[in-house]
């Protein structure tokens, strides 16, 4: 079942990018991508920040096996950029558990940066803390599509779709 069409994120993604250009209009921002999941957002949310000075880093993590988080964040590959003084915006695919997010804040915070945002393509709201900007707040069900996946499969699809397992 289809949850968020592609013409509804495609309008969301630069209603979000004229937001962050607003508020980063000529500064520095590193987005941060997080590995897998938030590649397809990432890549179209940068597309429209051409007014401003982006640089682009990539890490990857691991918390989720088949539909259930394993309650334990695993970091695969982490950024390469040096974050001292810059101003950093996290790139995250979907907000649920928090535990990713915990993990994201302390670790890009330990390194240094100017300021540090979120921005997640999805948010379940299910935890206590603002994300700065949110693509769109869903409920709580596993989702696919648009770089979020069910054990690697379905990143390809253009639009967000409730998962249901056969």
């Known amino acids: 079942m289809i949850l968020i069409t592609e013409d509804k994120i495609k309008n969301r993604v630069k209603e979000l ?4 250009r607003n508020d980063y209009k000529g500064k520095q921002v ?3 991508c997080v590995l897998k999941g938030s590649v397809f957002f990432m890549t179209d949310l940068a597309r429209e920040l051409d ?4 640089e682009i880093d990539f890490m990857q993590i691991s918390s989720y096996k088949g539909t259930e ?4 964040i695993n970091l695969i590959n982490d950024i ?3 974050l001292k003084g810059k101003n950093a915006i996290v790139v995250e695919d979907i907000i649920d558990t ?17 300021s540090l945002k979120i921005c997640s393509f999805l948010n379940k709201n299910k935890i206590n803390y603002k994300i700065d900007y949110t693509g769109f707040e869903i409920p709580n069900e ?3 599509g648009y770089g979020l996946d069910f054990d690697g499969k379905y990143r ?4 967000i779709s409730i998962f249901k397992q056969k």
Do not use: A, M
Request: aromatic share 4%.
């Open 17 to 20: 990018g004229r937001e962050i």
């Open 142 to 144: 596993f989702v696919i």
């Open 98 to 114: 928090g535990l990713t997010l915990d993990f994201l804040i302390n670790h890009i915070n330990s390194k240094k940066p100017e």
């Open 80 to 82: 390469t950029s040096d």
């Open 69 to 72: 988080s394993t309650g334990k």
């Open 51 to 54: 007014e401003t000075t982006t």
């Open 30 to 32: 590193v987005l941060i």
């Open 156 to 159: 390809n699809l253009p639009n």
